[in-house]
């Protein structure tokens, strides 16, 4: 009988894996592995010795003249015998029902008691003929051996399940409460996105303003000069209040930043040049608007503008291994002689923001010096 009951413990315990894991994870020390079949196995195989022990002490108990070593054996014999067998029934179960943990509580313990009954007649054979003892298998068929594996295995089933239902229904709960996190994050997320998109859809005040002025002031002078600023501006413009509709592609964006460069090119005259290199399939890549555009204002504001003599700006684009790949290069001050400067609310502070928002770790920009002069900015992103 100690045999048979330190079988069917080990039994009840690998029933116990649907709910929350192997039994032993109740104990702190055991949480420190990660699950796997090696590891469940290791742990069935503590789990069942233990209950030799317990059993073993039992018998000692009701019966102290008996050989601790050889009433250890027994119980360990069948222990292991019966606890595996259970276990790769549960196994099997795991496979044919899955999600047996979230099954209706009548399903749960349908499984969890026939399981054990199961595999104690499975089990309980095998330990007999490891130990040479063939009279003892006939005890397990007899009415008295069947009832008694059966109520044991009952009993104790139903015990884990008052443990372990308790414990499920408070992972639930915590799995409800994380669900709500994750959708006031997703809420959270959309609105720090419509903040990027209203932010990345401005035009720079500052750039109109002067933009304006300088209309105003060659208008009676140089009427084409100051129509075709216009016509640019307007275009731009345009592009502003349609930019928070979503993405669009690479190349749409590439002409829109040609009208801006046109405009600062008829502004600052021999001060500015520009060059625009993009491959095709960069070009039909899907990006967040106004992508480039911080990047030339902040190249312009802080590089060129500056510097008596102007530079130069060099745009590229490329796709590679799957990211496309955007450079801003300038001829201007450089990040050494700019740093500590305040960027504008749509310069690189905010693309930053806005890359982290839109990709996350998948996005980077990074900054560096040019050679021989001014700064490079490189943006990084999936293709889309």
């Not at 443990?163 to 959270?188: C, H, L, T, W, Y």
């Not at 201007?332 to 928002?357: E, I, K, M, P, Q």
Request: glycine content about 8%.
């Amino acid at each position: 009988m100690s045999a048979i009951g330190s079988g069917t413990t080990p039994s009840a315990t690998t029933c116990e894996r649907g709910l929350s894991g192997h039994p032993l994870e109740m104990i702190p020390f055991f949480r420190r592995w990660p699950r796997s079949f090696v590891r469940d196995v290791i742990y069935t195989v503590i789990w069942n010795t233990l209950f030799a022990v317990l059993f073993t002490g039992l018998g000692l108990i009701f019966d102290w003249r008996a050989a601790i070593w050889p009433t250890f054996v027994v119980n360990f014999v069948f222990a292991q015998c019966i606890g595996f067998a259970i276990y790769l029934l549960f196994v099997v179960a795991d496979r044919l029902i899955p999600d047996l943990h979230e099954r209706p509580l009548k399903v749960r313990v349908l499984v969890y008691a026939g399981i054990p009954i199961i595999g104690v007649f499975l089990g309980y054979p095998l330990a007999p003929w490891i130990l040479g003892h063939g009279p003892m298998v006939d005890w397990i068929f007899s009415l008295r051996g069947f009832i008694s594996v059966t109520a044991l295995s009952l009993l104790i089933t139903g015990i884990l399940l008052m443990i372990f239902i308790p414990r499920e229904r408070a992972a639930r709960a915590e799995a409800a409460i994380a669900r709500e996190q994750a959708r006031i994050s997703d809420v959270e997320k959309e609105a720090t996105r419509a903040r990027m998109q209203l932010l990345e859809a401005q035009v720079e005040p500052h750039f109109l303003f002067n933009t304006l002025a300088h209309v105003v002031s060659t208008i009676d002078r140089e009427p084409q000069t100051a129509k075709r600023m216009l016509d640019r501006l307007i275009a731009l413009l345009r592009a502003s209040a349609t930019a928070a509709d979503g993405p669009g592609t690479l190349g749409a964006q590439l002409e829109l930043l040609r009208a801006y460069l046109e405009i600062l090119e008829l502004r600052m005259g021999d001060r500015l040049r520009w060059h625009i290199d993009a491959s095709s399939d960069a070009k039909a890549t899907r990006v967040p608007p106004m992508l480039l555009q911080p990047l030339v204002e902040n190249a312009v504001k802080h590089g060129l503008e500056p510097k008596i003599e102007g530079g130069r700006i060099d745009i590229d684009a490329q796709r590679e291994s799957g990211d496309v790949i955007l450079r801003v290069r300038d001829t201007g001050l450089g990040v050494r002689a700019v740093r500590g400067t305040v960027s504008t609310g749509t310069g690189l502070a905010n693309l930053r923001a806005r890359l982290v928002a839109l990709y996350g770790a998948r996005a980077s920009l990074t900054i560096e010096d040019n050679v021989p002069s001014g700064a490079s900015v490189t943006v990084r992103l999936p293709a889309t």
